[in-house]
């Protein structure tokens, strides 16, 4: 993880909708302490994720906010390269979808998701939710220098 006790949480949001992704932005700032960046498609969140080409240099996040209807790499197909890759299968991922049938998909493909939220997202539970997730990854890196 790369947040200490005192630091913010990084965060990568994969929204292609700018109207989604500015609502989870307003929702976290000034609420949650974090640095958030947000990618369009799937294809470029993994590029993220390896730090590929223009993303050589980008912090690895400590939680992913993930649609699911997405450009290029369905957010199912980005969440089982997450899974499969041993570098990444680590990071909390809250999937944000506006269908109920995506959790379906994801239970029968066995991938695991730390939180499920329907579009419109209610602010207050998912502030709640990231600040939940944020509690997690402090409580385990202290407990991992203890």
């Known amino acids: 993880m790369s947040a200490g006790p005192s630091s913010r949480m990084e965060i990568l949001l994969v929204e292609d909708n700018m109207e989604d992704a500015n609502v989870a932005i307003q929702a976290l700032r000034g609420k949650v302490p974090c640095r958030l960046t947000l990618v369009c498609d799937g294809a470029e969140a993994l590029r993220f994720l390896r730090r590929e080409g223009e993303f050589s240099r980008v912090p690895q996040p400590d939680l992913i906010l993930l649609d699911m ?17 041993d570098c990444l299968q680590h990071i909390p991922v809250v999937v944000l979808t506006a269908s109920l049938v995506h959790r379906a998909l994801l239970q ?25 997730l944020h509690r997690a990854m402090l409580t385990e890196f202290v407990l991992s220098i203890a």
């Not at 209807?69 to 089982?80: D, S, T, V």
């Not at 493909?109 to 939940?132: C, G, Q, R, Y």
């Open 69 to 85: 209807l997405l450009p290029k790499m369905a957010g199912h197909e980005l969440l089982a390269e997450i899974r499969a890759d």
């Open 108 to 132: 029968r493909e066995e991938l695991h998701v730390d939180a499920f939220m329907t579009k419109p997202v209610e602010l207050l539970k998912f502030v709640e939710v990231v600040k939940s």
